[in-house]
């Protein structure tokens, strides 16, 4: 098989139902999280390499797995120019377990009362990347949905979910290390007992 096919040379691409531009708000969104996929898997991989066999290491590698999963999953539900209920893969389910892991991570970590810069250790640094990408495939989607087009409403939740997803473990990858986030100095306080007030 050869992995080129010259369909999309004139700027077309196939969707599940027909064919539309590659610049079209659901080619997007949806190439926009397999953006995001790429980075996770980079980020996966910085675990692997950074963190050694820590239980940190090792918990945070298969979430990351499930999420590389479900990121295709969201993908496929968004490829479809009109899907039916049966068809979409992204489920309420899915959120929830992300809201665990949040949790989980959020319990071990440090109090914060303002904004933190990106960085830290290789893993964190890596994390808060995919937590800036996924909100920009979270805006795809909400575009997506604003000009009419057939958008699951789970993935933006999905979506959603996953930005403070990434937050919450890049700041437990610091954590685990002891390395501490540093705050956004000239910052006013817009956290409260560890968690997100926004």
């Not at 933006?156 to 930005?163: I, P």
Request: net charge negative; charged share 25%.
């Amino acid at each position: 098989m050869k992995l080129y096919t010259r369909t999309g040379d004139k700027g077309m691409t196939s969707v599940i139902g027909g064919k539309v531009s590659k610049n079209d708000e659901r080619v997007e969104a949806f190439g926009t999280i397999d953006e995001l996929n790429a980075f996770v898997g980079q980020a996966a991989a910085a675990a692997a390499g950074g963190i050694g066999a820590s239980p940190f290491a090792a918990a945070l590698s298969d979430e990351l797995a499930v999420i590389q999963h479900e990121l295709f999953d969201c993908g496929s539900d968004l490829s479809y120019a009109a899907p039916t209920p049966e068809q979409l893969k992204v489920q309420p389910e899915m959120t929830a377990r992300l809201e665990a892991w949040i949790d989980r991570h959020e319990a071990g970590n440090p109090p914060i009362a303002r904004f933190i810069l990106p960085g830290g250790t290789a893993v964190a640094a890596a994390l808060h990347v995919c937590r800036t990408v996924c909100r920009r495939a979270e805006r795809t989607v909400v575009t997506l949905a604003a000009t009419g087009g057939s958008c699951p409403p789970e993935v933006a939740k999905y979506l959603n979910r996953l930005s403070d997803y990434f937050f919450a473990a890049a700041r437990a990858a610091n954590a685990s290390e002891g390395v501490p986030d540093v705050e956004y100095e000239r910052g006013a306080a817009v956290f409260r007992r560890g968690g997100r007030e926004l």
